[in-house]
C-alpha cells in the first residue's frame, strides 16, 4: 500500500502496481495512450484480450451455447413444444434479473405463437419454485415448465414435481452443489461439472444466461423449418432486457458480459421497448442510458414492484405492447419506488440503532426485526455493508419464518457461507453469490446462525476492524486531467462490478475556492503549483471532514482521489473531478 495513513474519508488509500513494460508494448500495438494502457493492466486485461476489451462483440465473445451442459438437450424440448403449439409455464424471481429474464422468455414465445403462463412467486410465497406454482399448471394443463433465475438447488419441489409428470427445465446462474434437481435438464453455467473452458460465463446474469438458451432454441427451430411459417424474431431487440438484467444483478462487467451491456445500450437507447421507454420518461432520463442509468435509475423502479407492490408488475411492463398501460404501469413504478425508500429509512435507522446498542462481538453486521419488511432488507445489509465495512445479515422475522438478506465484503464469499450454513443445519434454505444472498431460518434458529457466521467471518477476514481500501488505478499531474483522458476512459465503459469506474490520484493541489452548493454539496476549483485548473465537486459532505477541509483550506495542498466526469453544456463539454476521499499533501 502507498502507506497506511487514514484519509479524511476513514480509507486507506492502495495505488495499482503496474507491468510498464506490458503497458508500454499493448500501448504501441493497439495504438492507445499511455494512460489506457496502464488501466487495462490495472483492470488485468491480457495483451491478447485488449482488442475484446474495448470493442467487446457479442458474436466473438459468445460461444456456441451447446458448450453448456444440457442447453442442447433443453432446446430441443423447448422447440419440440413450440413446433406442436403445446402450453409452456415459466418460473421467475421478483427482482429484476428474474423480470428481465423471465421477459425474455415471454417475447420470444410470444413472437412464436404461445402465450407462456408466468408465474412470479411474491416475496411472501417466497423465492424459487413452489408446489402452488405447480398446483396453478397442473390445472392449466400445462407439461413443459422452465424456471430462470431460479431452480437450482430447489430439490424438494422440482422432485415432486417432476415425479408427477412435469418436464422441468432450470436456466440459472446460481451457486450449485454436487446434487442437482431430478429434473429434465439443469443449464446452469455454475454446475460444478462444468469444464470452465469459458470462465467468464460463469459471470453471467440469469438475463445473460437465458439469451444464450434462446440462441440455442432459435438455432433448433430454424433447423426444424419452422420458420418457413413463421417469421423469425430479431434476438438483438432483446438485448436491452439483457443488459438491465446484467447490471442490476451486479455480475462483473467482464468477457460476454461487456458484450450483452455494450449491445444493450445501444437498443435501449432507440426505445423500441414500450415499456422501458414508458419507464426512462417517467424516471426523467432523458439522456443517452449508461450503465449508471440501469443500476441506480430504471432497476431501483422495477425492484421496488417485488420490494413493496405487485412483482408480477415488472415482467408485465417489459413485456406490454399497449402504451397506454406502459404509461400507468410506469407512473405505478415511481409510487412504488418512493414508497421503498420510505420503508428502507425507517428498517435502515432501526439496524443502526440495533448494531450500534451491542458489543460487536464479530467483524459483522447482524440485525433483525419484526415489523421489518422483507422487501428492503436486501438494500438495507448493503448499507451497512458500507456504513461499518464488514458483511451485513438482515433478517425479517415473520409468524411462520425468518427471511434474511446479506452483502458481503472481498474476502467472503456469501455464496460459500450460505451452503455451509445449510448444511450445519442452522438455516433451513438459502443461496447467493459471492457478494449477495438470501436466506432463511426459524426464529430459533437465529442465536445459532450468529454464531456461525460471526466465526466463519472471523476465520476468513481475522478480528481486527479492517479500514476500507480504496483501489486508486492511476496517478495523474492535474494538468493531465484532460478531454482527451476523459475519451479515453470512456473506451472502458459500460462501468460497474467487476470494471468500477476508474479512481485517479491528483497530488498536491490547492483549493482556489470552495462553497456549499445543493443539499450538503462542496463544489470548487483545485489548482496547482505546477500549473492547471479543474473544477471538482465532493456530494453530501457538508458534515464531514472531507467538506470540512474544503471550505477551511488556506492555502494547504491536499492529495485527491476522484473520478473524471464530463457533461455536455451549450456544445461545450466541461471535465470535473467528483471527489471519493481527500488526504492533507505531506
Given at each position: 500500500?502507498?502507506?497506511?495513513?487514514?484519509?479524511?474519508?476513514?480509507?486507506?488509500?492502495?495505488?495499482?502496481?503496474?507491468?510498464d513494460?506490458l503497458?508500454?508494448?499493448m500501448?504501441?500495438t493497439?495504438?492507445?495512450?499511455?494512460?489506457?494502457a496502464?488501466?487495462?493492466?490495472?483492470?488485468?486485461?491480457s495483451?491478447?484480450?485488449?482488442?475484446?476489451?474495448?470493442?467487446p462483440?457479442?458474436?466473438?465473445?459468445?460461444?456456441d451455447?451447446?458448450?453448456?451442459?444440457?442447453m442442447q438437450?433443453?432446446?430441443?424440448?423447448?422447440?419440440?413444444?413450440?413446433?406442436?403449439g403445446?402450453?409452456?409455464?415459466?418460473i421467475?424471481?421478483?427482482?429484476?434479473?428474474?423480470?428481465?429474464s423471465?421477459?425474455?422468455?415471454?417475447?420470444?414465445?410470444?413472437?412464436?405463437?404461445?402465450?407462456?403462463?408466468?408465474?412470479?412467486?411474491?416475496?411472501?410465497?417466497?423465492?424459487?419454485?413452489?408446489?402452488?406454482?405447480?398446483?396453478?399448471?397442473?390445472?392449466a394443463?400445462?407439461k413443459l415448465v422452465?424456471?430462470?433465475?431460479?431452480?437450482?438447488?430447489?430439490?424438494?419441489?422440482?422432485?415432486?414435481?417432476?415425479?408427477?409428470?412435469?418436464?422441468?427445465?432450470?436456466?440459472?446462474?446460481?451457486?450449485?452443489?454436487?446434487v442437482l434437481?431430478?429434473?429434465?435438464?439443469v443449464?446452469?453455467?455454475?454446475?460444478?461439472?462444468?469444464?470452465?473452458?469459458?470462465?467468464?460465463?460463469?459471470?453471467?446474469?440469469?438475463?445473460?444466461?437465458g439469451?444464450?438458451?434462446?440462441?440455442?432454441?432459435?438455432?433448433?427451430?430454424?433447423q426444424?423449418?419452422?420458420?418457413e411459417?413463421?417469421?423469425?424474431?430479431?434476438l438483438?431487440?432483446?438485448?436491452?432486457?439483457?443488459?438491465l438484467g446484467?447490471?442490476?444483478?451486479?455480475?462483473?462487467?467482464?468477457?460476454l458480459?461487456?458484450?450483452?451491456?455494450?449491445?444493450?445500450?445501444?437498443?435501449m437507447?432507440?426505445?423500441?421497448?414500450?415499456?422501458?421507454?414508458?419507464?426512462?420518461?417517467?424516471?426523467e432520463l432523458?439522456?443517452?442510458?449508461?450503465?449508471?442509468?440501469l443500476?441506480?435509475v430504471?432497476?431501483?423502479?422495477?425492484?421496488?414492484?417485488?420490494?413493496?407492490?405487485?412483482?408480477?408488475?415488472?415482467?408485465r411492463?417489459?413485456?406490454?405492447?399497449?402504451?397506454?398501460?406502459?404509461?400507468?404501469?410506469?407512473?405505478?413504478?415511481?409510487?412504488?419506488?418512493?414508497?421503498?425508500?420510505?420503508?428502507?429509512?425507517?428498517?435502515?435507522?432501526?439496524?443502526?440503532?440495533?448494531?450500534?446498542?451491542?458489543?460487536?462481538?464479530?467483524?459483522?453486521?447482524?440485525?433483525?426485526?419484526?415489523?421489518?419488511?422483507?422487501?428492503?432488507?436486501?438494500?438495507?445489509?448493503?448499507?451497512?455493508?458500507?456504513?461499518?465495512?464488514v458483511?451485513?445479515?438482515?433478517?425479517?422475522?415473520?409468524?411462520?419464518?425468518?427471511?434474511g438478506?446479506?452483502?458481503?465484503?472481498?474476502?467472503?464469499?456469501?455464496?460459500?457461507?450460505?451452503?455451509?450454513?445449510?448444511?450445519?443445519?442452522?438455516?433451513?434454505?438459502?443461496g447467493?453469490?459471492?457478494?449477495a444472498?438470501?436466506?432463511?431460518?426459524?426464529?430459533?434458529?437465529?442465536?445459532?446462525?450468529?454464531?456461525f457466521?460471526?466465526?466463519?467471518?472471523?476465520?476468513?477476514?481475522?478480528?481486527?476492524?479492517?479500514?476500507?481500501?480504496l483501489?486508486?488505478?492511476?496517478t495523474?499531474?492535474?494538468?493531465?486531467?484532460?478531454?482527451?483522458?476523459?475519451?479515453?476512459?470512456?473506451?472502458?465503459?459500460?462501468?460497474?462490478?467487476g470494471?468500477?469506474?476508474?479512481?485517479?490520484?491528483?497530488?498536491?493541489?490547492c483549493?482556489?475556492?470552495?462553497?456549499?452548493?445543493?443539499?450538503?454539496?462542496?463544489?470548487?476549483?483545485?489548482?496547482?503549483?505546477?500549473?492547471?485548473?479543474v473544477?471538482?465537486?465532493?456530494?453530501?459532505?457538508?458534515?464531514?471532514?472531507?467538506?470540512?477541509?474544503?471550505?477551511?483550506?488556506?492555502?494547504?495542498?491536499?492529495?485527491?482521489?476522484?473520478?473524471?466526469?464530463?457533461?455536455?453544456?451549450?456544445?461545450r463539454?466541461?471535465?470535473?473531478?467528483?471527489?471519493?476521499?481527500?488526504?492533507?499533501?505531506?
Amino acid at each position: 500500500m502507498e502507506n497506511q495513513q487514514v484519509s479524511l474519508g476513514g480509507n486507506i488509500w492502495k495505488t495499482a502496481e503496474i507491468d510498464d513494460s506490458l503497458a508500454d508494448r499493448m500501448a504501441l500495438t493497439y495504438n492507445l495512450s499511455g494512460s489506457l494502457a496502464r488501466l487495462l493492466c490495472v483492470r488485468g486485461v491480457s495483451f491478447e484480450e485488449v482488442d475484446n476489451f474495448i470493442n467487446p462483440k457479442i458474436q466473438k465473445l459468445m460461444p456456441d451455447p451447446y458448450v453448456l451442459k444440457d442447453m442442447q438437450k433443453a432446446a430441443e424440448r423447448v422447440a419440440e413444444t413450440v413446433i406442436k403449439g403445446e402450453k409452456i409455464a415459466v418460473i421467475g424471481d421478483y427482482d429484476v434479473d428474474g423480470a428481465t429474464s423471465t421477459s425474455e422468455l415471454l417475447r420470444f414465445f410470444r413472437n412464436t405463437g404461445i402465450m407462456p403462463q408466468i408465474h412470479i412467486p411474491s416475496r411472501e410465497e417466497g423465492y424459487g419454485p413452489s408446489d402452488l406454482a405447480f398446483a396453478e399448471f397442473k390445472a392449466a394443463g400445462v407439461k413443459l415448465v422452465i424456471t430462470i433465475d431460479c431452480g437450482t438447488t430447489a430439490f424438494d419441489v422440482l422432485n415432486r414435481a417432476a415425479a408427477e409428470g412435469f418436464d422441468i427445465i432450470v436456466i440459472d446462474h446460481h451457486e450449485a452443489e454436487a446434487v442437482l434437481p431430478a429434473v429434465y435438464a439443469v443449464v446452469n453455467p455454475k454446475r460444478l461439472d462444468e469444464d470452465g473452458r469459458y470462465p467468464y460465463l460463469a459471470y453471467m446474469s440469469a438475463a445473460g444466461v437465458g439469451f444464450m438458451f434462446l440462441v440455442a432454441l432459435n438455432r433448433v427451430l430454424r433447423q426444424r423449418g419452422f420458420y418457413e411459417t413463421h417469421k423469425a424474431p430479431d434476438l438483438m431487440e432483446l438485448l436491452d432486457l439483457v443488459a438491465l438484467g446484467t447490471v442490476c444483478d451486479v455480475v462483473p462487467l467482464l468477457g460476454l458480459n461487456r458484450a450483452y451491456v455494450r449491445q444493450g445500450l445501444k437498443i435501449m437507447a432507440q426505445q423500441h421497448n414500450i415499456g422501458l421507454k414508458s419507464l426512462m420518461k417517467a424516471a426523467e432520463l432523458d439522456s443517452t442510458p449508461r450503465s449508471y442509468h440501469l443500476g441506480f435509475v430504471l432497476g431501483p423502479r422495477i425492484n421496488a414492484c417485488g420490494r413493496v407492490g405487485d412483482a408480477a408488475l415488472g415482467s408485465r411492463l417489459l413485456c406490454t405492447e399497449n402504451e397506454e398501460e406502459a404509461q400507468r404501469l410506469a407512473a405505478k413504478f415511481n409510487g412504488f419506488n418512493a414508497e421503498r425508500k420510505d420503508i428502507e429509512n425507517y428498517v435502515l435507522l432501526q439496524a443502526i440503532e440495533q448494531i450500534e446498542s451491542q458489543i460487536m462481538e464479530y467483524p459483522m453486521a447482524f440485525a433483525y426485526g419484526d415489523d421489518w419488511h422483507q422487501g428492503v432488507i436486501g438494500i438495507v445489509a448493503g448499507k451497512l455493508k458500507e456504513r461499518y465495512n464488514v458483511p451485513a445479515f438482515v433478517m425479517s422475522v415473520e409468524p411462520d419464518e425468518v427471511k434474511g438478506s446479506a452483502r458481503s465484503v472481498e474476502g467472503i464469499d456469501l455464496g460459500a457461507l450460505i451452503i455451509a450454513a445449510k448444511e450445519k443445519g442452522v438455516i433451513t434454505a438459502g443461496g447467493g453469490h459471492i457478494m449477495a444472498a438470501g436466506f432463511s431460518l426459524t426464529t430459533e434458529q437465529i442465536p445459532a446462525f450468529r454464531e456461525f457466521v460471526g466465526e466463519y467471518i472471523t476465520k476468513h477476514l481475522g478480528k481486527e476492524k479492517i479500514a476500507p481500501v480504496l483501489h486508486i488505478d492511476l496517478t495523474l499531474a492535474l494538468s493531465g486531467i484532460t478531454e482527451e483522458l476523459a475519451d479515453n476512459l470512456s473506451l472502458l465503459e459500460p462501468f460497474g462490478a467487476g470494471n468500477p469506474e476508474p479512481l485517479v490520484l491528483i497530488k498536491n493541489v490547492c483549493v482556489n475556492y470552495a462553497k456549499v452548493v445543493g443539499s450538503g454539496h462542496v463544489s470548487c476549483m483545485f489548482g496547482s503549483p505546477r500549473g492547471g485548473k479543474v473544477k471538482a465537486i465532493a456530494f453530501r459532505c457538508t458534515d464531514n471532514d472531507i467538506g470540512s477541509a474544503l471550505l477551511n483550506a488556506k492555502g494547504e495542498l491536499f492529495d485527491v482521489v476522484g473520478q473524471i466526469k464530463t457533461d455536455t453544456w451549450q456544445g461545450r463539454k466541461n471535465i470535473q473531478i467528483v471527489i471519493n476521499d481527500l488526504k492533507r499533501a505531506e
